[in-house]
């Protein structure tokens, strides 16, 4: 099993509130604890929770209650030390690999991922704070977008979309350097 410090923390959340966990959140426990972290990365929480016998919205309260936002940042945990130690070209191909090629496999993975998202934003997001984000973003003398690496491709493109509708923006990279405003 590879060595990964995001899931020996994991586990020791799990050890800490075994005790406290119903017992579908201890399935969910158990298939994180066996899972490796390659494989993690390309779950979705429909994924771990048909492997767990539960429900992704199972997953998504155990891995709450063991204090993540969701799996999202448990994966970015996870995926840390393969983003600094792993070629980018590395970590593509192992991605295709892991699909064994099957396109409604990964059609599932995205679709999930996607859902997972949307359901994490519904919940610890309301509609009042959606029209204050809005009114603040369209208040704004200018709007400054962050992004490193991968993240700066959204962030470039997040300024472009808020520059078509009149406002001013522009996209900050890794290295504190901006792009234009166009």
Same mark, same amino acid.
């Given at each position: 099993?590879?060595?990964?410090?995001?899931?020996?923390?994991?586990?020791?959340?799990?050890?800490?509130?075994?005790?406290?966990? /119903?017992?579908?959140?201890?399935?969910?426990?158990?298939?994180?604890?066996?899972?490796?972290?390659?494989? +993690?990365?390309?779950? #979705?929480?429909? @994924?771990?929770?048909?492997?767990?016998?539960?429900?992704?919205?199972?997953?998504?309260?155990?891995?709450?209650?063991?204090?993540?936002?969701?799996?999202?940042? $448990?994966?970015?945990?996870?995926?840390?030390?393969?983003?600094?130690?792993?070629?980018?070209?590395?970590?593509?191909?192992?991605?295709?690999?892991? !699909?064994?090629?099957?396109?409604?496999?990964?059609? @599932?993975?995205?679709?999930?991922?996607? $859902? @997972?998202?949307?359901?994490?934003?519904?919940?610890?997001?309301?509609?009042?704070?959606?029209?204050?984000?809005?009114?603040?973003?369209?208040?704004?003398?200018?709007?400054?977008?962050?992004?490193?690496?991968?993240?700066?491709?959204?962030?470039?493109? +997040?300024? #472009?979309?808020?520059?078509?509708?009149? $406002?001013?923006?522009?996209?900050?990279?890794?290295?504190?350097? /901006?792009?234009?405003? !166009?």
């Amino acid at each position: 099993m590879t060595r990964n410090p995001a899931l020996a923390d994991l586990r020791s959340r799990i050890r800490e509130q075994w005790d406290e966990f /119903s017992p579908a959140a201890r399935g969910v426990c158990r298939s994180l604890s066996a899972i490796t972290p390659e494989r +993690l990365l390309h779950m #979705s929480a429909q @994924d771990i929770g048909a492997e767990s016998k539960t429900s992704n919205a199972t997953v998504i309260r155990t891995l709450q209650a063991l204090g993540y936002t969701g799996l999202a940042e $448990l994966k970015g945990k996870v995926a840390a030390p393969f983003t600094t130690e792993t070629a980018p070209e590395e970590r593509a191909r192992q991605r295709v690999e892991s !699909t064994g090629g099957d396109l409604d496999q990964v059609w @599932d993975r995205v679709v999930g991922e996607a $859902l @997972d998202r949307i359901e994490l934003s519904r919940r610890n997001h309301s509609p009042d704070a959606y029209a204050t984000a809005v009114r603040i973003l369209l208040e704004a003398e200018q709007v400054l977008t962050y992004g490193i690496g991968a993240s700066s491709v959204s962030a470039e493109h +997040l300024a #472009s979309k808020l520059r078509r509708v009149g $406002l001013r923006a522009r996209p900050i990279q890794s290295a504190g350097s /901006s792009s234009p405003t !166009t």
